[in-house]
């Protein structure tokens, strides 16, 4: 199993900036992928960053130059900059093993004031 740390989440207003952070523990030998997702109520979750072991990473096209995902052995910052109304949502955090199972995060509550 694998468990997170997850922070960095909060109440900011438009054109801010927020790091969050995920910091995975347990069988983490497992895991290739690790990054963010995010969900707004009644809405499907949605990938916002990843980043695997040799640092290619993969950002959505809604935040592409406005955030950047890094990773230091088993944790992964998201710094997200010009942050907009519309980033409003519960970030969660995911890894993904080399076996594709998915390992979820409880969440961290982002808002962001117009």
């Known amino acids: 199993q694998v468990q997170f740390v997850e922070s960095g989440g909060g109440l900011v207003q438009a054109g801010g900036s927020l790091n969050l952070s995920c910091a995975a523990s347990g069988d983490t030998f497992l895991i290739n992928h690790m990054g963010w997702y995010r969900q707004t109520a009644g809405n499907q979750r949605e990938l916002v960053a990843t980043i695997d072991r040799g640092d290619n990473s993969n950002v959505a096209d809604s935040l592409k130059g406005r955030s950047t995902i890094t990773r230091a052995s088993n944790t992964v910052h998201l710094q997200m900059n010009s942050l907009k109304f519309e980033d409003t949502a519960v970030y969660i955090c995911?890894?993904?093993?080399?076996?594709?199972?998915?390992?979820w995060g409880r969440g961290t509550q982002v808002t962001v004031s117009s």
């Open positions: 995911n890894a993904l093993s080399c076996g594709d199972r998915d390992y």
